[in-house]
């Protein structure tokens, strides 16, 4: 038989043709996954980036929660009329600690990924319990019950350990102040504000929902919003070096 | 296709077989038609070229360039330069001319309020309304009663580094929450008393000597006299008819209590100079100045 006519061999033998099916599958995937690992330009790392600070990682987990990423995106693609409106465009590096990542692919509305200091703590808290009581013409879902819910501060220790095991740079030091530190950023004028700046730069302490009692959901939400896209200085970041 | 060793021609068909035969089943050789053929050889051949012309095979370190050298970032960042320089003339203009040269020619001004209003939808819309009307403890911009001054240059300056907000050249100034410094009755004589200034119904408990009294000793540094306000201190005019927190007396009540501290961000750096001297010129706008301050 000459070579040419070979193929029969896995037209005639299912297992032959599935194994054959999965290889050249595997070649495909492997080619267009495996270099974003290792090629430097999908990899580049950025000054700025910490992991999410306690109150700040609750606040995600009530986004995700929510479902948020229905409706928003968190990535400002290299497009012209998006930097437009949005800013600097994203970084791959603005979500390495996003475990999942909230890219999203629908924009029911706004993009939020440089949507921190964008408004007020207050503005933020009046849109999430009623949207329309802001925005007249909002098809987001309310959320009055944000202000109402305390969040479990006891828990979000274990949230940073998992993240910790799969390779966050959360130290020992930060896990053990995980409760202590989310305290301190949902308070105002707190005493260890310096103290979670040094483990958390750029954190801001705050009581974010202008309400009164303990941490509650609209704190967590809140202070993750406010802080989405300022970690990074775009005016010392060189975008000519790092064209791709 | 014809022309294999197999050929053997169906009887029931008359078309040839490909000669393969599965338990006496024997498969018809139908050829793809013509037209999906092209298009396969064709977008073969594209995808080649742009193999070529593009980035597109990874290696060991980085990646296959391409010939014409495209990248994405680079491509948004030549766009973007086009777009500066097509609007050059104007932009630039704009950002050279005093607002008193902005305001007498009436080309400029035209773009200015055309550049403004694009960037309020974007930016300010969210807090101070589409058009400018407000909300709850987020001012109408649409009347000519300034809590932080109506001219030109103080509304550039409360753009640029905001009200309460995190910039070091932020405006400050504070309501105080009152409620420690004077007793329920004080507070509530106060409170008949900035409604009496702002021309509403007072209840019969109100005693005017005993209002005006505390508000000359509590209030008056920073509302003025009669309660005028005053635009250095960001203490809103209480002789009028514009409540940013609510006329009623349960909602002064509050704002006696407990302070108030509305905050509104710096758009330094994240809007350019030219865009907000274009947001001061369409703000101005819509309301107006009553008397150049």
Not at chain 1, 119 to 142: C, F, T
Not at chain 2, 57 to 70: R, V
Not at chain 2, 222 to 242: Q, R, T, V, W
């Amino acid at each position: 038989m000459s070579l040419w006519h070979k193929h029969q061999i896995f037209e005639k033998n299912s297992i032959f043709m599935l194994i054959g099916v999965l290889v050249v599958i595997s070649i495909g995937g492997l080619v267009e996954v495996l270099p974003l690992f290792y090629l430097k330009s999908t990899i580049e790392k950025v000054e700025g980036m910490r992991p999410y600070t306690p109150l700040e990682l609750a606040g995600r987990n009530i986004y995700v929660r929510e479902g948020c990423y229905n409706c928003h995106s968190q990535m400002i693609r290299s497009l012209r009329d998006e930097v437009e409106r949005y800013g600097h465009y994203s970084l791959a590096a603005e979500s390495m600690y996003d475990k999942p990542f909230q890219w999203g692919s629908k924009r029911n509305g706004p993009d939020l990924a440089r949507v921190g200091a964008k408004y007020s703590d207050e503005w933020h808290k009046q849109h999430l319990d009623n949207p329309r009581s802001m925005v007249p013409g909002s098809i987001m879902p309310a959320n009055p019950w944000l202000g109402k819910t305390e969040v479990a501060v006891n828990e979000i220790q274990m949230d940073m350990k998992v993240l910790a095991f799969q390779g966050q740079p959360y130290s020992p030091q930060m896990i053990e102040n995980a409760a202590k530190d989310m305290v301190t950023q949902a308070t105002n004028d707190a005493t260890d504000a310096d103290g979670l700046a040094q483990r958390y730069p750029k954190a801001q302490s705050r009581k974010f929902s202008g309400l009164d009692g303990p941490v509650n959901e609209a704190d967590a939400l809140i202070a993750y919003l406010q802080m989405l896209g300022t970690l990074v200085d775009f005016k010392i970041y060189d975008g000519k070096a790092n064209l791709r | 296709m014809s022309g294999a060793p197999h050929e053997d021609i169906d009887a029931h068909t008359g078309t040839a077989t490909t000669g393969h035969e599965w338990d006496g089943i024997r498969e018809l050789n139908t050829p793809l038609p013509k037209w999906w053929l092209y298009i396969l050889y064709a977008t073969t051949v594209w995808a080649i070229g742009y193999i070529i012309v593009y980035p597109a095979i990874p290696l060991i370190s980085g990646h296959t360039p391409g010939i014409a050298g495209w990248t994405s970032r680079g491509a948004v960042t030549q766009e973007l330069a086009q777009l500066t320089q097509q609007r050059a003339p104007m932009t630039s203009a704009l950002e050279k001319a005093s607002f008193s040269e902005i305001t007498k020619d009436e080309r400029m001004r035209t773009f200015a309020l055309a550049q403004g209003r694009a960037a309020f939808g974007d930016n300010c819309a969210p807090c101070h309304g589409a058009g400018g009307g407000g909300a709850f403890s987020f001012p109408n911009l649409n009347d000519d009663d300034w809590i932080w001054g109506g001219s030109l240059e103080a509304i550039q300056q409360t753009i640029q580094y905001g009200i309460r907000s995190t910039h070091p050249d932020t405006r400050v100034g504070i309501m105080p929450a009152f409620a420690q410094i004077l007793n329920t009755k004080e507070i509530d004589q106060l409170a008949n008393h900035v409604r009496a200034l702002g021309g509403l119904t007072t209840e019969k408990t109100y005693e005017k000597a005993l209002g005006s009294r505390l508000f000359g000793e509590q209030c008056a540094a920073c509302h003025s006299d009669g309660g005028k306000g005053n635009i250095e201190l960001g203490a809103p005019n209480l002789a009028d008819s514009i409540w940013l927190f609510g006329s009623d007396k349960a909602s002064i009540l509050q704002t006696l209590a407990r302070g108030r501290a509305s905050m509104m961000p710096a758009w330094n750096g994240r809007l350019d100079d030219t865009t907000i001297k274009a947001l001061s010129v369409y703000v101005q706008s819509l309301g107006g100045v009553k008397t150049a301050p």
